[in-house]
């Protein structure tokens, strides 16, 4: 997939510091995102006129709404939706040679998860491109290169089984949402709120109160996107999504920035580890700031209601900032809280110096290096965890797959073919196999019970030796 060529700069440049190299690029990234996204609501809505102090302050609402409690490590969905925003921000630049390269960018996205393939098509519709033969070639010419390259490597028909040996879209795209009762209700409420903007504030007898009013339930909406459960912030951009379409004022303008916003959280959300549409509530947050700026471009506001205005967006950017400080120090992604990270991984995990984690988690990291370090160059593989070792190993991979994760070989032709590599390789290889997952490492130790995998090994290939955490097998 395309995200492993976008961060070989992370693991070529970054030497001992790779992690930390890659988590700064995925701030950027982030960042980028909530501003491509401040920009494209422009584009769309004329009405929304931010000056530059507007602007930052919904970058960075946007920013911290995608970011939340989630891991800033080089992943997949992230690049999805930079690459998706980027090139829709191309695309309402309104310039006809950017705009195809936009598409083609939008196009990109559905090589680092096969999930922004749907979003496609309504990026084309939305924005004009269905109407132009070229849009949808651009669109369409970052897959025909990447099966033609599957197809010249022999390796099509394992690509197409790979993908679609994962579970069907109905579980992870449609059932979270039936099944989230906070979801409907938000959604409910998001669509009666819709109709707030079919009121004209003229009709009443305090028209600036009403249109100040209307705004204001808009620009703290953004606030139901942040932490907790975000099915609510979906809903209700869905909801009012949806009322727009009685809105014939807006059909071409909020309506097609809240169907871009919903469709991208709707998109990442179709994932078996992380189930939420948390990556893409900041274009959501963006979409609610939006609309509560129409409306108040559109009434006549006196300046001292302007100044509160403003006065509310700070409140708003330091109640984010606030609890965005706290939670990323609380909920660490599987590790302990921040107060706990106590042992550097300075010579312990390539590439991993500057970071810190937990005792238990560092015991089975020494643990491993201990062992590596005991066999003095001789080939040999871990299983079934520690995917990121291999960015920065001293050697490569002898597997046809990083992590033996239950997901990732989920049909029984993805075991046999790890078996068949293991079995090719017997006396020229030493296996590290793990007694207790990794994932769970935080919490304690937590023993594999059953992988397929590792009972292959344990009939087929011999113990040499045992520690604490690892068993070693030739």
Request: charged letters at 15%; a positive charge.
């Amino acid at each position: 997939m395309l995200s492993a060529y976008l961060h070989i700069p992370e693991v070529y440049f970054g030497g001992d510091h790779a992690y930390l190299f890659g988590r700064y690029v995925v701030w950027v990234q982030w960042a980028f995102i909530a501003w491509f996204w401040v920009k494209i609501a422009m584009h769309l809505m004329p009405s929304v006129r931010w000056n530059r102090f507007d602007q930052v302050g919904v970058a960075l609402i946007a920013f911290i709404s995608s970011a939340q409690t989630f891991p800033p490590m080089p992943w997949y969905t992230i690049d999805g939706v930079f690459l998706m925003s980027l090139g829709l921000y191309w695309i309402t630049l309104d310039a006809s040679g950017l705009a195809m390269v936009g598409y083609m960018v939008v196009g990109m996205s559905y090589l680092c998860k096969p999930n922004f393939f749907f979003i496609g098509p309504l990026v084309l519709v939305f924005t004009g491109g269905s109407r132009r033969f070229r849009a949808w070639l651009a669109w369409s010419l970052p897959g025909f290169l990447y099966f033609a390259l599957l197809n010249r490597s022999h390796a099509f028909r394992a690509g197409v089984f790979q993908i679609l040996s994962q579970p069907t879209a109905l579980r992870t795209a449609v059932l979270p949402y039936v099944r989230t009762a906070s979801f409907h209700v938000a959604s409910v409420a998001g669509f009666l709120a819709s109709g707030m903007l079919l009121v004209k504030s003229e009709r009443w007898k305090w028209p600036r109160t009403v249109a100040f009013s209307q705004g204001l339930i808009f620009m703290l909406a953004p606030l139901l996107t942040f932490g907790g459960d975000n099915f609510i912030g979906f809903g209700a951009a869905l909801g009012i999504w949806a009322g727009l379409i009685f809105d014939q004022e807006k059909r071409r303008t909020a309506f097609v920035l809240g169907g871009l916003a919903v469709a991208l959280a709707w998109c990442v959300s179709i994932s078996i580890g992380w189930n939420t549409p948390d990556l893409g509530m900041g274009a959501i947050s963006v979409f609610f700031m939006a609309l509560a700026w129409d409306r108040w471009q559109k009434s006549p506001l006196p300046a001292w209601l302007r100044v509160v205005i403003r006065v509310l967006l700070v409140a708003e950017m330091l109640c984010f900032v606030l609890w965005f400080h706290d939670l990323r120090r609380q909920e660490v992604y599987m590790d302990r809280s921040a107060d706990e990270l106590t042992y550097s991984l300075d010579g312990v995990w390539p590439g991993g110096r500057g970071i810190k984690t937990n005792e238990n988690t560092y015991a089975f990291l020494v643990d491993l290096q201990t062992i590596i370090h005991g066999l003095n160059g001789h080939p040999y593989a871990i299983l079934p965890d520690c995917p990121g070792y291999w960015a920065k190993a001293p050697q490569v991979n002898r597997l046809p797959i990083d992590w033996l994760w239950p997901t990732e070989i989920s049909q029984k032709p993805m075991v046999e073919r790890v078996d068949e590599s293991l079995l090719h390789q017997k006396g020229r290889i030493t296996l590290v196999v793990q007694k207790f997952w990794a994932f769970n490492l935080k919490d304690g130790d937590v023993p594999i019970q059953f992988h397929p995998v590792i009972i292959y090994v344990r009939e087929h290939f011999r113990k040499v030796r045992e520690t604490k955490y690892f068993e070693v097998y030739e």
